[in-house]
């Protein structure tokens, strides 16, 4: 098992910046892959970034060049720079074991005003 907790969220002018965290802990050695999605009201949840154990990234084409992904073997990072109004979602952190078993966050509310 595998339990996230994010931080971070909240409310922010457009072009302004802000940085989500995300903590897990439990069976830490057993995760792989941590990412971010994100999902608003009405619509499929989104991958934003994603990040392999090794270092791999890949990123929505939405936000390539604005959003950068890291990580430490019990924590995964999102800075988010140059924010839109079409950022504003509830963010979700990620954890993928080898597995291939999911675990979620509770979600952090990302508000970006024009």
């Known amino acids: 098992q595998v339990q996230l907790v994010e931080s971070g969220g909240g409310l922010v002018q457009a072009g302004g910046s802000l940085t989500l965290s995300c903590a897990a802990s439990?069976?830490?050695?057993?995760?792989?892959?941590m990412g971010w999605y994100r999902q608003t009201p009405g619509n499929q949840r989104e991958l934003v970034a994603r990040?392999?154990?090794?270092?791999i990234t890949n990123y929505a084409d939405s936000v390539k060049g604005r959003f950068t992904i890291s990580r430490t073997n019990a924590a995964v990072y999102l800075q988010m720079y140059s924010l839109k109004p079409e950022d504003t979602a509830v963010y979700l952190c990620?954890?993928?074991?080898?597995?291939?078993?999911?675990?979620w966050g509770q979600g952090t509310q990302v508000t970006v005003s024009s």
């Open positions: 990620n954890a993928q074991t080898v597995q291939r078993a999911d675990y």
């Open positions: 439990g069976s830490i050695f057993s995760i792989n892959a």
């Open positions: 990040i392999t154990r090794g270092g």
